[in-house]
Nanobody, 122 residues
Framework: VQLQASGGGLVQAGGSLRLSCAAS????????MGWFRQAPGKEREFVAA????????DHANSVKGRFTISRDNAKNTAYLQMSSLEPEDTAVYYC????????????????WGQGTLVTVSS
């Protein structure tokens, strides 16, 4: 499966963005999906994940209550709705697909998008 992340940009602190991850090549609905991010000089970190049906989700403590992961299998797309953004959320955001359930580790995901940059100004 090929993944294309989009929706990043520059936003002021307190603002919102919605990231999209469009999938192509194979049946999107068979994959669990995750979002990770990597800030300059830092390691890639888990943000959120959800199962192939969308029934179960997991969000990192740092974004819980502010970010929401979702998917639309009919549109072959996963989303990350981000609200109350903080400068600390500045990073390149990556979407990923895997078959191991909801996992917080990058190696559980076999397929990755190219990343989309989110910059939050103070």
């Amino acid at each position: 499966v090929q993944l294309q992340a989009s929706g990043g940009g520059l936003v002021q602190a307190g603002g919102s963005l919605r990231l999209s991850c469009a999938a192509s090549g194979r049946t999107f609905s068979i994959y669990d999906m995750g979002w990770f991010r990597q800030a300059p000089g830092k390691e890639r970190e888990f943000v959120a994940a959800l199962t192939r049906s969308g029934m179960y989700t997991d969000h990192a403590n740092s974004v819980k209550g502010r970010f929401t992961i979702s998917r639309d299998n009919a549109k072959n797309t996963a989303y990350l709705q981000m609200s109350s953004l903080e400068p600390e959320d500045t990073a390149v955001y990556y979407c990923a697909a895997g078959s191991s359930g909801i996992k917080r580790v990058a190696h559980a995901y076999a397929y990755w998008g190219q990343g989309t940059l989110v910059t939050v100004s103070s």
